[in-house]
């Protein structure tokens, strides 16, 4: 007798490409996604949310933006990215806070995203992948032309196109309007886990938390 097919999910992975959580998230999802196999599959579609929406181009020093940002003395900042670094190994993500001195706007990062997101899911996954590679093992600007580039031409993306949507101003209106549609539901931190427009899974939770809701959502979604 075949075995039953498996149900498959949508899942609006709500990020941005600087946030620390939203590598533990991604990660921790896809342990969990394959530790489900056959009996649940995901179509994830990365969605934007901007943790700087205001930043200029040249960035900030991490340490005193976020103890302004969030009222932190510059050691629990440091004592957080250390936290963060340990839970990251735990899900297989490398965290090289040593080198990420700065943090950066990532509109145009969106942008690029949304863009591999009509190419194909692997594709935008990729590029997801290699973005946020790129800012935290890397410490690089995942804003700047040079990198989106090579981020992109990693991800199996056509070059020539993906310097054609950097340079210019395509898909900026559809990544406000994605931006302005989560906010109006709520979003308000990230990673936001929406599946199948209905659930929500929020923060950077361990693989056995994915595992467990996704199979309950599945199972209700019968």
């Not at 394959?34 to 991490?62: C, I, K, N, T």
């Not at 992109?152 to 931006?179: P, W």
């Amino acid at each position: 007798m075949n075995a039953p097919a498996a149900k498959t999910l949508k899942i609006d992975f709500v990020s941005d490409v600087v946030c620390p959580w939203c590598a533990i998230g991604l990660s921790s999802l896809e342990i969990a996604l394959a530790r489900l196999g056959g009996e649940v599959a995901a179509e994830v579609h990365f969605q934007p949310f901007e943790l700087h929406p205001d930043m200029g181009p040249e960035g900030a020093e991490v340490v005193p933006y976020l103890s302004k940002k969030y009222g932190m003395t510059a050691e629990q900042v440091e004592r957080n990215q250390q936290a963060i670094a340990e839970r990251g190994a735990a899900v297989g993500f490398e965290f090289r806070m040593e080198r990420r001195s700065r943090t950066w706007n990532t509109f145009d990062a969106h942008r690029l995203l949304h863009w591999a997101g009509e190419v194909g899911p692997s594709q935008q996954r990729a590029l997801k992948h290699a973005l946020l590679s790129a800012h935290f093992t890397d410490g690089e600007n995942p804003g700047a032309r040079e990198v989106l580039l090579r981020c992109a031409e990693r991800a199996g993306l056509d070059g020539q196109r993906a310097a054609a949507v950097i340079d210019g101003d395509d898909y900026a209106q559809a990544v406000r309007d994605q931006e302005s549609l989560y906010a109006q539901a709520g979003i308000t931190s990230v990673p936001s886990v929406i599946v199948n427009e209905r659930y929500l899974i929020q923060g950077g939770q361990p693989p056995e938390i994915f595992e467990q809701s996704l199979r309950e959502i599945a199972a209700e979604a019968g």
